[in-house]
């Protein structure tokens, strides 16, 4: 009963999305446009900085938070702060009060990070920044930190459960990412520069997809 009161708590936490709120209080659905992604980079692109940077702080924190919470709750599981973190993300990704349709689930993997460990968080923080800057493309963070983060976990004394946790949820956002994985290969996928060479980036894409 506590695992499955850990689990649903931090699943319905994940179904709180501020880029998809945000959006109808603005008229209209995120899914509808750009990305067809409800989260925090297809909030950037639609509805500008502060829409994106409110949202990837928001659902940082919303899982960061249900962690701590079900740390607190739940000891007895034995890894609360993954089950609840995971349940958090798959809630993010599959949101039964959004029709099974919403984000990726990259800021509440970050939020499961923090709650585990803040110098973790920093140290994973810093190397995909780099990665991302290096190579261009936002969505290598999530499917590169999601397994690396997996291996920190099995490779610090990490429960068992907790890390077939972990990886079947990496399998998730992974999934979750195959269209990306399929656009870079076509070179139609967004690159990061977007975000300071925005004409440059559409006409790129739009040769692309001639």
């Known amino acids: 009963m506590n695992y499955a009161l850990c689990a649903l708590l931090g699943y319905l936490t994940g179904n709180i999305n501020p880029s ?24 950037l692109m639609t ?3 502060r829409a994106g940077i409110f ?29 609840a973190g995971c349940s958090c993300i798959t809630g ?3 949101p039964v009060f959004m029709h099974f349709r919403g984000g990726k689930g990259l800021a509440c993997l970050g939020g499961t990070v923090l ?9 994973m923080l810093a190397a995909e920044v780099i990665t991302a800057l290096l190579l261009d493309y936002i969505c290598v963070i999530p499917i590169t930190g999601s397994v690396i ?20 949820t990496s399998l998730i956002i992974i999934w979750k990412h195959k269209q990306n994985l399929c656009r870079i290969q076509n070179g139609t996928e967004i ?3 977007y975000l300071w060479h925005r004409d440059r980036e559409l006409e790129r894409i739009k040769k692309n997809e001639e």
């Open 20 to 43: 998809y709120i945000i959006a109808r209080l603005r008229g209209f659905d995120i899914r509808s446009r750009g990305s067809g992604n409800a989260g925090a980079s297809n909030a």
């Open 47 to 49: 509805m500008g900085l």
């Open 55 to 83: 949202s990837a702080l928001f659902d940082i924190s919303k899982a960061a938070a249900v962690c701590l919470l079900a740390e607190e709750l739940f000891p007895e599981t034995g890894f609360p702060v993954i089950l």
């Open 92 to 94: 993010h990704i599959f």
């Open 115 to 123: 709650a585990f460990s803040p110098s973790i968080f920093a140290a």
């Open 149 to 168: 983060f997996t291996a920190v976990y099995a490779f610090t004394g990490g429960t068992l459960p907790g890390t077939v946790t972990l990886a079947l």
């Open 191 to 193: 690159h990061l520069s």
